[in-house]
């Protein structure tokens, strides 16, 4: 294999490589554990945070957002629990 093929290989993993790893989320900062009565609940970051749903980390396309609304019913629920993951930002 010629010196020119080696180069465009490489560059070819190493841009992959990054794609891929800007593709991840880092780790939450902080998690937030919720108990809240039945019905819809909001969270709202007023200053250097940002917020994702526990149930969306998994989904490295679900975005960061200042306010996070969950909620439940049911003739049998007596409250509703959740879990957010936060980022500190600047």
Known sequence: MSFF???VWALVLIGLGWVVGAAERPEPEFMIAIEAPVGETRL?????????GARDLPNPRADQMKVYSYGCSGPD??????????????
């Open 5 to 7: 093929r080696r180069a």
């Open 77 to 90: 629920v007596q409250h509703c629990r959740a879990q957010v993951a936060g980022w500190l930002t600047k």
């Open 44 to 52: 709202e970051c007023l200053s250097g945070c940002k917020l994702v």
